[in-house]
C-alpha cells in the first residue's frame, strides 16, 4: 500500500517533467506549520477536494490547516484557512476505498483574472440573415475602473459583468449575439470569459459590450449541473 503523503523532502512525481508556472491553476497545496503535506484540486470558490488520508487526523481537531494557492489569488493572499473537513462515509483509515475529502475555505477564493488590454474573441450571427456564416471579432478587454466612468458607463459596471471592445467604437456585438461566448486564449488552451450580455447601441464610442463575468457564475453553474445529474434531467 503507498499512500501518497507526508513524502520526503525532493521527492516529485515520478517520471515526469517541471510544470511551468500557472500550468495547472486547479492545485492547491495542502500545508502545515509551512510543511506540504498533500496536494488538493479547486472544485469550487470555497471547496477543495483532496485524500481523504491526508486529513482524517484533522477532522475533530483544533490544529490549523492551510492553503497555499500561490499566485492564483488575486487578494495577495498566499494562504487561506480551512473552515470544515468532511471526509467520506465509507472511508475507513487502514483501508483504500472511498479515500476522498472535501474542504471547506473560511474564505472565498478569487481568481485571478486576465488582465486588461487582453485580447480576446466575440463571436455570432448577429443581426444577420439566416444562413450567413458565423461572423466573429478580436477585442480588448477593458477594466472595470475604465468601464464605468462617466463617459462610459457611470458606474454600472458591477462585479459580475466585464467589458470588452473599442473606447472609440468600431467593434462590438450586437443584437442577436447575447449569450454568445467570449474567449480568451491562455497557454494554447481556450477559456470562456464572458456571456454576451448587453451594450448601449452597437460599436459606438465609449460604449463597449458588456458580458456576464464566468467565474462570478462558476459556483451557481456547478450547482445546477449536480441537481440536474442527481434527477437525471
Known amino acids: 500500500m503507498n499512500i501518497r503523503f507526508l513524502p520526503i523532502k525532493l521527492t516529485r512525481i515520478v517520471g515526469g517533467n517541471l510544470s511551468l508556472e500557472g500550468q495547472f491553476p486547479w492545485q492547491v497545496s ?6 506540504h503535506l498533500c496536494g488538493g484540486s479547486i472544485v469550487a470558490t470555497r471547496w477543495i477536494l483532496t485524500a481523504a488520508h491526508c486529513v482524517y487526523g484533522w477532522v475533530n ?7 497555499d494557492f500561490g499566485a492564483l489569488l488575486v487578494s495577495g493572499a498566499k494562504y487561506l484557512s480551512v473552515e470544515k473537513i468532511i471526509y467520506h462515509a465509507r472511508y475507513r483509515p487502514k483501508g483504500l476505498d472511498y479515500d476522498i475529502a472535501l474542504l471547506k475555505l473560511v474564505e472565498p477564493l478569487a481568481f485571478n483574472e486576465f488582465e486588461d488590454g487582453k485580447m480576446c474573441w466575440i463571436s455570432g450571427w448577429g443581426r444577420l440573415r439566416m444562413g450567413v456564416s458565423l461572423h466573429s471579432a478580436r477585442v480588448p478587454l477593458i477594466s472595470a475602473k475604465a468601464c464605468s466612468q462617466p463617459e462610459v458607463y457611470q458606474g454600472y459596471i458591477s462585479p459580475g459583468m466585464i467589458c470588452a471592445g473599442y473606447l ?5 456585438s450586437c443584437q442577436g449575439d447575447s449569450g454568445g461566448p467570449l474567449a480568451c486564449e491562455d497557454s494554447s488552451v481556450w477559456k470562456l ?4 450580455s448587453w451594450g448601449q447601441g452597437c460599436a459606438e ?24 445529474k442527481k434527477y437525471g434531467d
Open 193 to 196: 470569459v464572458g456571456a454576451t
Open 30 to 35: 495542502l500545508q502545515f506549520q509551512n510543511e
Open 205 to 228: 464610442r465609449n460604449k463597449p459590450g458588456v458580458y456576464t463575468r464566468i467565474t462570478q457564475a462558476l459556483t451557481w453553474i456547478h450547482q445546477q449541473m449536480e441537481v440536474r
Open 168 to 172: 472609440e467604437g468600431g467593434t462590438d
Open 61 to 67: 481537531s483544533n490544529t490549523p490547516l492551510l492553503l
